[in-house]
């Protein structure tokens, strides 16, 4: 039962690197491409608008096909997009590496995580996705730091073409030893699926997930030219600081994993909580590397605490159809980040980058008022 959610918790790491390592080397890929930072920044717009507005209806109808085969021919799909990447010679040509990527990442993470839920039961959802989730969290552990100090090294194109060698690599690995595993149940319809829709609670749950995402990446997005540009780091002192930022994730996965369980909502406010101490005070401790570290450090842990206990919510939100509503997740999540990547871009272009804390930290209060709403309504959801 445990070697399948790790291999997919494997394949997960190359698939949210191939997402997230982009943050670390936008300097570097706007210095190369001849474009502004704010504009390399459109490349994470238009990965996360891509998932947002097709991760759904990829889900839903790719639920039916067999697990292995399509997990394997998705990360072959990112080996190739990985490749385009490494020799784009242009910020067009980066952008469509970009956008195949984002086709299969909705479907491969509510698919995997669906499929992590049906092994362990949905009592153990969250415990069973933060295994899954670990996979995420090495990704900002390992995968982006280490993407940062090999640009620093050998130029970004190198993290890109690694990152195709193990996408491969994983490709090979579910082949040899994941096994086979059905898709849906035929009972369970397109239609079905999307009349999940028709609930007010659901959609708040969505619009709650874009709220928290936009407030993470309008500042997370651009935090590697935050540190180069107001802290005076090199690449290679970057590049350990976003080591250090993702390192302490794996204790935000650990708590989140364990609250989504007992208080999805509840858990939601506490983290948001937490992580607007962490978001405004960065700048005002960048020269202080005490008050630097407790920052990243707070910010770091509500972070990837904040990925998983969303993701568990919508799934806890429609048992009926936890798949789906894990892409729906993602798909609010994704809306998020492009957004938050937009409004960033613009923040930095209108107020500087020290401006960049203070306004992610105003999405995610107003998502912690959302999510109290949301728990004043449930109780009338369940009595209707």
Known sequence: MLLPI???????????????????LLPAIARDLEVSV??????????????????????AYFARFERKRLFIGILLMFAFA???AALAP????????????ALGLPVFWALASETAVNIVGPEYAGR????????????TVFGIPVGTLISDAWGWRSAFAILA??????????WVYLPAVK????????????????SPLMIGHIVLSVLVFSGMFTAYTYLADILERLAGFDGTLVGWCLMGFGAVG??????????????????????CAFMIGGMVALVPSIHSTLGLAAAMGVWGVTQAALFLVSHVRLMKAAPQAPAFAASLNIAGANLGIGLGALFGGHVIDTYGLGSLGFAGAGFILVSIILASLLMAMKPRAACA
């Open 183 to 198: 898709g849906v149940k035929e009972g369970v319809t397109l239609r079905s699926q999307f009349g999940l829709l028709r």
């Open 82 to 84: 990985n490749t385009v």
């Open 38 to 59: 704010s504009q390399a920044g459109l490349l994470v717009t238009l990965f996360a608008f891509t998932v947002a507005a097709l991760g759904p209806f990829l889900t």
């Open 250 to 271: 794996l204790i935000g996965n650990s708590l989140g994993g364990r609250m989504v369980d007992r208080h999805p909502l509840i858990a939601s406010m506490v983290f």
């Open 165 to 174: 060698v193990i996408a491969l690599a994983k490709a090979l690995l579910l």
């Open 6 to 24: 790790l291999l997919l918790s494997a394949a997960g790491f190359t698939v949210l690197t191939t997402e997230f390592i982009i943050v670390g």
């Open 90 to 101: 242009n910020i067009w040509l980066m952008a469509f590496a970009r956008l195949l990527p």
């Open 128 to 139: 069973a996705i933060a295994k899954i989730g670990f996979g995420i969290v090495c990704a």
